[in-house]
């Protein structure tokens, strides 16, 4: 994680405007010397936006007989160093603990019998998985440039905004379809990123 590039475009986020966030990124990318992280430009998850909203649900509708649900989180895996599959899990709570990014310790206060069996698999983006896991061999072939590496920064940048993207757009459809979950905060991140959004739909 390039944290200077990131602290760029984390306000931006915190406020939810998406579309910011990548626009910036974006004109940054468009800096650099063209390489396949270039790519990245425009693209978005192909996954039906129903489908999530549906995935989210039936995992708040199961949790749901076990706890009152005050509050959801959400992350997309650690994907730069697992290129395999990109996907998403949840973890539900029976307390909001709110949003400060200095102590979000409430998150990691949960069992396994509150969190998603089944991930949900993100689509659309597999010829960056490609990408990722490939930095290594050319590393090691002496092929890997300064520009690779601000370009290949700046695609983690946009891929993670354009997941929390897709989560706040699922938030504002279950509301719109007046599912219960869409009146409750949910929060969402990457695995591991210690930067964290809240929507509150």
């Not at 999530?52 to 160093?81: G, P, R």
């Not at 089944?118 to 002496?142: A, C, M, V």
Request: aromatic share 12%.
């Amino acid at each position: 994680m390039n944290f200077e590039f990131a602290e760029q475009i984390n306000s931006d986020l915190e406020k939810l405007d998406f579309e910011k966030a990548i626009n910036s990124a974006e004109t940054e990318l468009h800096t650099i010397t063209k390489t396949p992280f270039h790519e990245i430009i425009g693209k978005t998850f192909t996954n039906p936006l129903e489908d999530l909203v549906d995935w989210i649900d039936q995992f708040h509708s199961e949790i749901s007989t076990k706890i009152e649900i005050k509050a959801m989180y959400f992350e997309m895996n650690e994907f730069d160093i697992n290129t395999d599959i990109w996907y998403i899990d949840g973890i539900a709570y029976k307390e909001d603990g709110g949003l400060d990014l200095d102590d979000m310790e409430w998150l990691s206060d949960c069992k396994r019998d509150v969190m998603t069996t089944k991930e949900y698999i993100l689509t659309g983006f597999e010829n960056f998985q490609t990408l990722f896991e490939s930095i290594e061999e050319q590393e090691e072939n002496d092929e890997w440039t300064d520009d690779m590496q601000d370009a290949r920064d700046w695609c983690e940048q946009i891929i993670i905004s354009r997941f929390m993207e897709v989560m706040k757009k699922a938030h504002e459809m279950a509301k719109e379809r007046k599912l219960v979950w869409g009146n409750i905060p949910i929060y969402f991140t990457e695995h591991a990123y210690n930067f964290i959004v809240k929507s509150e739909a």
